[in-house]
């Protein structure tokens, strides 16, 4: 994957025509999990989901299925989802893995059991990656999926209407600009993707400006809607100032296991402090920019009107082991 991204200056220069909306997105409920069942409810309502699109499955509640068990959830929504269906949503939190994979990956790619074999070594290139398809399952056969998790049925509530409050309010006439920031740390092995951070730059006309920081900047962060950085954990991610429809994510080996592993701090930390869509990975991935979110892609789509699902997935070379989190649909800067 190339650090540098040549394509976003065309990508800005003019906002896409579409994008993926409820018509478009299938939600899979899992009825063994009170949680995926009040808040795929709560989708449906918020979003419109079309009924003939949402699958009830019943599917164990645990953090990794198994390749058979994964096998049987795969099988449902070939036979569920109409040719209409171009992406999907996942009202869960667990199980957020498959073995090595993660559930999204999985689900959209199909099961890579050959990268468990060594999770450190190079996975297979994504057809998503950069595409600028609005229709991946008919264009490509994917259906690229997310999970509404959140670290708890209120939280993922909030989490869903900040997805809605998002779409098309930002980019217009008389709106303040927001931000999108790239934070620098001193910690190597996780700042890798600092080469890949645009320049300073005010784009007046999209109504947005990239801001370039250290760590130990302390400077209040306001009107935040992309936030990238590397470290195992970010301090009160919660005193910045989120935009309905931000994204942010850090580049660290275990921002996937969503339920925490302890030290580091998990993708939906993010969720709950006001962002409304991250990334992470579910197994260790080694340092291999190519398996995080390219951040010049990840802004490039996102600004030119892209959803928060659509961004995210365009923005990762190899996404085998990461999983997507948040509302699929947000759309700040969509026309």
Same mark, same amino acid.
């Given at each position: 994957m190339a650090?540098?991204c040549?394509?976003?200056?065309?990508?800005?220069?003019?906002p896409a025509?579409?994008?993926?909306?409820?018509?478009?997105?299938?939600?899979?409920i899992?009825?063994?999990?009170?949680?995926s069942?009040a808040?795929?409810?709560?989708?449906?309502?918020?979003?419109?989901?079309?009924v003939?699109?949402?699958?009830?499955i019943?599917l164990p509640?645990?953090?990794s299925?198994?390749?058979?068990?994964?096998?049987?959830?795969?099988?449902?929504?070939r036979?569920?989802m109409?040719p209409?269906?171009?992406?999907?949503?996942?009202s869960?939190?667990?199980?957020y +893995?498959v073995?090595?994979?993660?559930i999204?990956?999985?689900?959209t790619?199909?099961?890579q059991?050959?990268?468990?074999?060594?999770?450190?070594?190079?996975s297979?290139?994504?057809?998503?990656?950069?595409?600028?398809?609005?229709r991946?399952?008919?264009?490509?056969?994917?259906?690229?999926s997310?999970?509404? +998790?959140s670290s708890?049925?209120?939280?993922a509530?909030?989490l869903?209407?900040?997805?809605?409050?998002a779409?098309?309010?930002?980019g217009?006439r008389g709106?303040?600009?927001?931000?999108a920031?790239f934070?620098?740390?001193?910690?190597? +092995?996780?700042?890798?993707?600092?080469?890949?951070?645009?320049?300073?730059?005010?784009f007046?006309?999209?109504?947005?400006?990239?801001?370039?920081?250290?760590?130990?900047?302390?400077?209040?962060l306001?009107?935040?809607?992309?936030?990238?950085?590397?470290?195992?954990?970010?301090?009160?991610?919660?005193?910045i100032?989120?935009?309905?429809?931000?994204?942010?994510?850090?580049?660290?080996?275990?921002?996937?296991?969503?339920?925490?592993?302890?030290?580091?701090?998990s +993708?939906?930390?993010w969720?709950?402090?006001?962002?409304?869509?991250?990334y992470?990975?579910?197994?260790?991935p080694?340092?291999?920019?190519?398996k995080f979110?390219?951040?010049?892609i990840?802004?490039?789509h996102?600004?030119?009107?892209?959803?928060?699902?659509?961004?995210?997935?365009?923005?990762?070379?190899?996404?085998?082991?990461?999983?997507?989190?948040?509302e699929p649909?947000a759309?700040?800067?969509?026309?």
């Amino acid at each position: 994957m190339a650090l540098l991204c040549v394509l976003c200056t065309a990508l800005w220069a003019q906002p896409a025509p579409t994008r993926l909306t409820a018509k478009d997105l299938g939600l899979v409920i899992n009825t063994a999990d009170p949680y995926s069942v009040a808040v795929g409810e709560y989708y449906v309502q918020r979003r419109g989901i079309p009924v003939d699109q949402v699958l009830r499955i019943n599917l164990p509640v645990k953090a990794s299925l198994n390749a058979g068990e994964f096998e049987v959830l795969a099988a449902e929504v070939r036979a569920h989802m109409g040719p209409q269906v171009q992406a999907l949503a996942l009202s869960w939190v667990e199980p957020y +893995a498959v073995e090595c994979n993660s559930i999204t990956s999985a689900l959209t790619l199909g099961f890579q059991a050959s990268v468990c074999q060594n999770t450190c070594a190079p996975s297979p290139l994504s057809r998503l990656f950069n595409s600028a398809t609005k229709r991946p399952m008919a264009d490509l056969g994917l259906r690229p999926s997310m999970l509404l +998790a959140s670290s708890s049925i209120e939280q993922a509530r909030a989490l869903i209407d900040r997805g809605v409050a998002a779409d098309q309010q930002l980019g217009k006439r008389g709106v303040p600009i927001a931000n999108a920031v790239f934070v620098s740390t001193p910690d190597k +092995a996780r700042n890798v993707r600092e080469v890949a951070f645009p320049p300073k730059h005010v784009f007046a006309n999209l109504g947005f400006q990239i801001v370039r920081r250290d760590a130990a900047d302390g400077t209040p962060l306001n009107r935040v809607f992309l936030y990238q950085t590397g470290l195992m954990r970010v301090s009160m991610p919660d005193a910045i100032d989120w935009l309905p429809g931000a994204l942010a994510d850090h580049l660290t080996s275990f921002g996937g296991v969503l339920h925490g592993n302890g030290e580091q701090m998990s +993708a939906t930390e993010w969720l709950d402090a006001g962002a409304t869509a991250s990334y992470g990975t579910v197994s260790e991935p080694c340092n291999h920019v190519q398996k995080f979110p390219h951040p010049q892609i990840l802004l490039a789509h996102y600004a030119q009107g892209a959803t928060a699902l659509e961004a995210y997935w365009s923005s990762v070379a190899w996404p085998a082991q990461g999983v997507f989190v948040g509302e699929p649909l947000a759309a700040p800067f969509a026309r």
